[in-house]
């Protein structure tokens, strides 16, 4: 089965940007749908974005127009590029992979927005 290893996370500074990125052990093309979900202390795992094996995207609606998702199928990667960020955008961000029907994550990588 996929492995996901997250990185790109850090602290920044409200209105900077951070890339992440998600690189998985073996092909994504197999793989439906690749994504980004967030949880902060205290709440739920939620959605950020997903994107599909054909290119198509969806997003939370609060990060439309911040946040775009990508994939680099030949590169088993997929990237989360955020700007604008926000204080509230302060959590774990998680890696998901759906391939086959299976359901992975990656381990998480921090992401601090200082004001």
């Known amino acids: 089965q996929v492995q996901l290893v997250e990185s790109g996370g850090g602290l920044v500074q409200a209105g900077g940007s951070l890339r992440l990125s998600c690189t998985a052990s073996?092909?994504?093309?197999?793989?439906?749908?690749m994504g980004w979900y967030r949880q902060a202390p205290g709440k739920s795992r939620d959605l950020v974005a997903t994107?599909?094996?054909?290119?198509?995207?969806n997003y939370a609606d609060s990060l439309k127009g911040r946040f775009t998702i990508s994939r680099d199928s030949a590169k088993n990667t997929v990237y989360l590029q955020m700007n604008s960020l926000k204080p509230e955008d302060t959590a774990l961000y998680y890696c998901?992979?759906?391939?086959?029907?299976?359901?992975?994550w990656g381990q998480g990588t921090q992401v601090t927005v200082s004001s």
């Open positions: 073996r092909s994504i093309l197999d793989c439906n749908f």
């Open positions: 998901n992979s759906v391939c086959r029907s299976v359901w992975r």
């Open positions: 994107i599909t094996s054909g290119g198509n995207t």
